[in-house]
């Protein structure tokens, strides 16, 4: 899969440049000339990764870089910008952005910064998995929807871990018994639809779809009913 790249940059000349030498990398690439079009874009249409310059029309890089952490997206965010001082520095990684590169700066450097900070994020996502707008970190536990935290108890999160490893397809009854309670249960046969209707109501808070369905007569399947 290609990865995308969202470009903000109101430089023209500049962003056409770098346009070029992603393509030739092999990204592909998109572009916003002012902060607000940015901000759209990357809500609209989420990027792999970021490159955002510090001064624009209409939003800032800073401002774009809060925006975006307070919706809950973890999208790297290269921020580039001629403001050298420790300060700005400081104030550009505060507002959510990964890293950081100074103007005039080299292709190779700016490229080398985007191969990084990808590898670190695909580390990452090898920990965390995602079905619509729902995610699951397995290292740390956390569960987002549309960027809010959801909090479960250690069964929840199990059964809800062990439907998003399996996405699209129908469980039985017996096998999540199995998987996620063990060989040797011999408590109430009705416990997961108890568990499901509690991961319902958890999932489905402020109206949400609901992404947990029942088949009936067979188990429970990940799927987005449309």
């Known amino acids: 899969m290609t990865t995308k790249i969202l470009l903000i940059e109101d430089d023209i000349k500049l962003a056409q440049f770098i346009e070029m030498e992603l393509t030739c990398e092999g990204y592909q690439v998109s572009m916003a000339n002012n902060g607000l079009d940015g901000l759209t874009q990357a809500r609209q249409d989420p990027p792999d990764l970021v490159v955002l310059d510090w ?20 999208v790297p965010i290269i ?13 550009g990684l505060d507002a ?7 103007k005039p700066f080299s292709i ?34 956390e569960i987002l929807r549309s960027g809010k935290a959801i909090e479960l108890t250690v069964r929840e999160f199990e059964l809800l871990a062990y ?4 996405p699209l397809q129908v469980m039985t009854r017996d096998q999540i ?45 990940l799927r987005l009913n449309k």
């Open 79 to 91: 921020l580039v910008t001629a403001r050298d001082e420790i300060s700005d520095r400081v104030a």
């Open 55 to 74: 001064m624009m029309p209409s939003l800032t890089g800073v401002e774009i870089c809060r925006r975006l952490r307070s919706t809950g997206s973890l």
């Open 108 to 141: 190779e450097e700016l490229l080398a910064r985007i191969r990084s900070n990808l590898r670190r994020i695909r580390k990452e996502d090898s920990n965390i998995l995602h079905f619509e707008d729902l995610s699951l970190n397995l290292s740390t536990r």
């Open 163 to 166: 439907l998003m490893h399996h």
């Open 177 to 221: 018994l199995e998987k996620v309670w063990g060989y040797d249960f011999g408590g109430d046969s009705n416990v997961i639809e108890v568990y499901v209707r509690t991961l319902r109501q958890k999932l489905e808070v402020d109206s949400s779809s609901r992404l947990i369905q029942t088949v009936r007569g067979v188990g429970y399947v």
């Open 96 to 102: 959510g952005a990964d890293d950081y590169v100074i």
